[in-house]
C-alpha cells in the first residue's frame, strides 16, 4: 500500500476536476481525497495499491477534457485512514 499527494496546477478548478477524480478513485477503490486549494490549485491523496494509486495519476495526467494540467508536484505521503476517495469542501 502506498499513498501520494499530488498537487495540481494550471486550469483544474471549475471545471468538474474533483468530481472526476473522485469518480475514479472510487471506481479503483482508493482512499483519500480531493479539494481545491486557495491559489487555485487541486490537492489530491491516494492511498491504495500501487498499481491503482498510478493508474489514478495517469487518468489525471489525460484530465477530463475541460481540465489543463500544466503542472502536478509529487509527494509521498503518510498512510492513513481516509476512508473512500472524496471530495473535501
Known sequence: MICKRWILYG??????????????????????YVRNLPDGSVEVVAQGEEEKVLKLKKIILQGNGFSRLEDI??????????????IEY
Open 11 to 32: 486550469r483544474v478548478q471549475g471545471v468538474g476536476l474533483r468530481h472526476f477524480v473522485r469518480v475514479h478513485g472510487a471506481r479503483l477503490q482508493l482512499e483519500g
Open 73 to 86: 508536484q509529487e509527494d509521498d505521503f503518510p498512510i492513513g485512514n481516509y476512508g473512500s476517495l472524496h
